[in-house]
């Protein structure tokens, strides 16, 4: 079974394609674009943390993430322009760290 920081990392990985794919959208929203790429930096930045035990900091990092997809979400959501393989590419992102949050804390 992998561990929480394995799935984190996957999930890592999911949010960097969401991005791409919003970035390489040309309907996407400036407002958009900034949204998911701070998700992107946030979502780095918890990785990049991932090396200590602390596993205290790693749910706190799982927390900060969430929060982040919470608002790409809402961006996805309400931006017209974007197409529907992109919208759902940030959705899917934001469940999948939703799931990881519910099963960690």
Known sequence: MPTTAER???ISE???AATAAVEADAGSSPVLIAVV???SRKTQKAVDGLATDD???LRMAIVEVEQAADSAKAAAEA???ISDAARQSVIDGHLAICILKAKTI
């Open 79 to 81: 931006d017209l322009g």
């Open 55 to 57: 596993e205290a900091a």
């Open 8 to 10: 984190f990392t996957r």
């Open 37 to 39: 790429r701070e998700l």
């Open 14 to 16: 999911q949010l960097e």
